[in-house]
């Protein structure tokens, strides 16, 4: 049924993931693995932890998510706790990685326009080959994977290609 209904991101390996906990996920025929994955980053504190999945129903009983064109209560006390920790002035929260890449990059460019002088619409930004920060369409188009962007053009213009851990292709494009 995967192969059939889901949409093809990358090749996997034939084992079907049916439950986990903590850093442990068990195939549909009970064999147990480490999750050296962890979901990409997304679920490094492991899976099905007590408190945090208490944690999580007791929040979903009250308010499982705002628009940010509502006010929240919870919002503003976990901003001011990370720029508080981070040192920052505001915080921007971001529902899925995608999007934090590429409010990453609306700040970079941000950046080079205010504080270094860049001319309006010339700011690029150098990314290495190889690189994976989402299936946006700025971003599927927009790495070396030539199946990620095919189909999908014209691309997002702004974001040239260097071979990744190569100094001298670096200094040249800049």
Request: hydrophobic share 35%.
């Amino acid at each position: 049924m995967d192969k059939d209904h889901v949409a093809f991101y990358y090749h996997t390996p034939p084992i079907v993931m049916e439950r986990g906990e903590r850093i442990y996920l068990w195939d549909i025929d009970g064999n147990r693995y480490y999750d050296m994955l962890g979901g990409f980053a997304s679920v490094s504190q492991g899976h099905s932890h007590p408190k945090i999945a208490e944690a999580m129903y007791a929040q979903a009983k009250t308010l499982t998510m705002s628009s940010r064109s509502i006010l929240n209560t919870m919002l503003p006390s976990v901003s001011k706790f990370v720029c508080e920790f981070t040192g920052y002035d505001q915080f921007s929260a971001a529902s899925s990685g995608v999007e934090a890449c590429e409010a990453a990059c609306k700040l970079t460019r941000k950046w080079g326009y205010t504080v270094k002088g860049i001319p309006e619409d010339q700011a690029d930004i150098i990314m290495a080959n190889g690189c994976f920060w989402g299936r946006s369409i700025s971003a599927s188009g927009n790495c070396s994977d030539p199946v990620r962007g095919k189909f999908m053009g014209p691309h997002t213009p702004g974001f040239p290609l260097v071979p990744f851990n190569d100094i001298d292709a670096l200094e040249q494009a800049l």
